[in-house]
């Protein structure tokens, strides 16, 4: 065998201290950039590194449950390649997606294994129990640790009970103690290369979240399984007390993949898939689900003007809605909470006729989508997603889940699959990150665990900032329903939280570039129609600009920054977004993915005075080829647009 073809290198050592055995295994990606080595002793360590560099010192991983034996002997040890192309049923990033890994899975002798899979852009492990009797998970150790100096973007949480929207703090790792938690994911900085953790393939188990381990590094943490719950108001259940293990498993079960991402540069973690790749692959048809663009009315509480009705939750300001996406060729209308009884989904609003209105919007080629609080349609699934169906409903909004322990993770899965029976879109809010559920259950098509726009309604702490940096944590998990398109906009000395006519810092070009930047097969449109037709210059582009993408290339990144990235439509157009922080900058934008020939851009750009009314905009129109580089200019809290057509 020639030796220097193969990626894995299986090595026995035996330690001069020790007079216990140890295994060691490399594992490296199939472009050899990234090698991890694990070491099988009392435990399983690992470290990695890219090229020359460390990125992960020596740390630790382990599992355990109330039937297993104890200790690590190594039974088998199965090295294995693959290198497939897969196809999204519905896009986020590409059509297509590479899968490309080398692969080592550790059997061992107490009935458990662990397999690891190097990529070219990261590495992830998770563990696989092939007990066929019942068994509680008792713990999990998953432990990362950096070299000195490392940085990190940290989500920091209260505790278990939350809607995961959080600022993203700025600690040196050696700074977080034990007391601080954080929510995934989280992003690291060794030395200029960024490592992203995050989870995928979470089911039937509690979900990871991290805190300082005193070593330099962070170690998983999990919310127990709940032991005594209680229900506290419409939409929330508390954990009272919770049990001594993470989870009750009833046989043979993978585990959840921990993941790394690994970024030489801020662009790469534009482009990582690893959370869709590392999900479950779907199973039955889901052909018919559609992506696209949703209006919404909860954001400013459906205060419309410059109409002849009274506006509010009825059916007239919702045929307003409906008329307004259909002249935009918006696909979708949301009814946020309002339309029915927080306590009975059968119960509508007295002024709405959801059947009636599901009618008006079918005969404007819209459709609608439905709110409902979990726990109400925990009580009433069968019967009211039977109901929805009927009236021709084709998507729900599931708010206040607010935790991830797993029994809250199986509901999750029990609404998408329901869902999916009755050809239903599913957009989770109050809800936990993605972890490559759209992979499995392409019918949820969108997820909050966002500090998103709806929070500029009461405070101004969505700025520029927050936004430059969501692109490189938070979506990098999958599609985010951060609901961008506020059209009145303001620069950090004018904000005020005005709810039912919310601003929104940073400027007018800023927000649209979002619908380019921030990914969402379900994409809202946050704002309200009365202020997006006194805007048609702005829903010429807004119109325009798809929910999915065929391919997309990043221009230009920094975290906390700045972001610029380039996407393809299925309408073949290319569509750029760029987005700054509070910072004003020029950017260059380089053409050179286009193929041959003219092009034309049309171009929505900061105002000359954008920087002092946070509205002002230019539109112009130029022409450019694959050769072009080209200078743009962003404000204080500014944006580019542009849509790129062939001539």
Not at 312 to 321: A, F, Q, R, S, V
Not at 440 to 468: C, D, Q, R
Not at 537 to 546: G, K, S, W, Y
Request: charged share 25%; proline share 4%; aromatic share 12%.
């Amino acid at each position: 065998m020639n030796t220097k073809k193969i990626t894995l290198l299986f090595v026995v050592l035996i330690c001069g201290i020790s007079a216990r055995a140890q295994k060691k295994y490399t594992l490296t990606s199939p472009d050899q950039s990234i090698s991890a080595t694990i070491n099988v002793a009392d435990s399983i360590y690992y470290e990695i590194s890219q090229s020359v560099k460390s990125l992960v010192t020596n740390s630790v991983v382990s599992f355990k449950t109330d039937q297993q034996a104890a200790g690590w002997k190594v039974s088998k040890a199965t090295p294995s390649k693959s290198n497939q192309t897969l196809t999204p049923v519905v896009w986020q990033k590409s059509k297509q997606v590479e899968d490309n890994y080398s692969q080592l899975r550790l059997d061992f002798a107490n009935g458990l294994a662990l397999e690891w899979r190097a990529y070219n852009n990261g590495l992830a492990w998770r563990w696989i129990n092939k007990s066929t009797r019942p068994y509680q998970v008792l713990e999990e150790k998953a432990s990362i640790n950096f070299p000195n100096a490392t940085k990190s973007w940290y989500p920091e949480e209260e505790s278990f009970f939350s809607h995961n929207e959080r600022v993203y703090k700025k600690y040196t790792v050696s700074d977080i103690t034990a007391k601080k938690m954080a929510s995934l994911p989280v992003l690291f900085d060794v030395a200029q290369t960024k490592v992203l953790l995050t989870e995928s393939n979470l089911f039937n188990y509690a979900g990871m979240w991290v805190t300082g381990n005193g070593k330099g590094g962070v170690q998983a943490v999990f919310p127990h399984y709940p032991k005594v719950k209680k229900v506290t108001s419409d939409r929330d259940e508390q954990v009272k007390e919770r049990e001594s293990f993470i989870a009750k498993i009833e046989g043979k079960q993978d585990f959840p993949w921990r993941i790394l991402m690994i970024a030489k540069t801020d662009a790469d973690l534009l482009t990582n898939q690893l959370p869709y790749i590392l999900g479950r692959p779907a199973t039955g048809d889901f052909s018919w689900v559609k992506a696209g663009k949703v209006q919404w009315d909860w954001w400013h509480y459906n205060n419309i003007y410059g109409v002849d009705f009274r506006a509010g939750i009825n059916n007239d300001t919702y045929k307003y809605y409906i008329d307004f996406a259909a002249k935009y060729g918006i696909e979708y209308v949301l009814l946020d909470e309002g339309w029915c009884d927080t306590r009975d989904l059968m119960k509508q609003a007295k002024d709405i006729n959801v059947e009636e209105l599901a009618n008006y919007a079918k005969s404007k080629k819209v459709d609608l989508i439905l709110w409902a609080s979990w726990l109400v349609l925990d009580k009433q699934l069968d019967e009211a997603l039977d109901i929805f169906q009927k009236w021709g409903i084709k998507g729900i909004k599931v708010d206040f889940m607010q935790r991830d322990d797993q029994d809250m993770v199986n509901y999750y899965e029990k609404i998408s699959i329901a869902t999916a029976k009755r050809k239903l879109l599913v957009d989770f809010h109050g809800a936990y990150k993605p972890t490559g559920w759209s992979r499995t259950y392409p019918n949820v098509m969108t997820s909050e665990g966002v500090l998103g726009n709806e929070i500029s309604k009461f405070a101004g702490s969505i700025n520029p900032e927050h936004t430059a940096t969501l692109p490189f944590i938070r979506m990098a998990a999958g599609p985010m329903d951060f609901t961008p398109g506020g059209m009145l906009n303001v620069q950090k000395n004018a904000f005020a939280d005005i709810p039912s006519e919310p601003m929104t810092l940073g400027t007018r070009c800023n927000q649209m570039a979002m619908y380019v930047v921030y990914e969402s097969p379900l994409q809202m449109l946050c704002d309200m129609p009365s202020h997006y037709l006194r805007e048609p210059e702005c829903m010429q582009f807004i119109a325009a600009v798809p929910a999915v993408w065929q391919q997309s290339i990043p221009l230009a990144a920094s975290v906390g920054e700045y972001v610029a990235i380039a996407r393809q439509g299925v309408d073949q157009n290319w569509y750029i977004g760029a987005m700054t922080n509070w910072t004003a900058r020029e950017m260059t934008i380089d053409f050179s993915f286009l193929g041959e020939g003219d092009y034309t851009v049309k171009v929505w750009k900061d105002g000359i005075n954008a920087d002092r009314n946070a509205k002002d905009f230019k539109m112009e129109t130029i022409k450019v080829t694959k050769n072009t580089k080209l200078n743009i200019k962003l404000t204080t809290g500014g944006g580019w647009v542009g849509i790129v057509s062939k001539v």
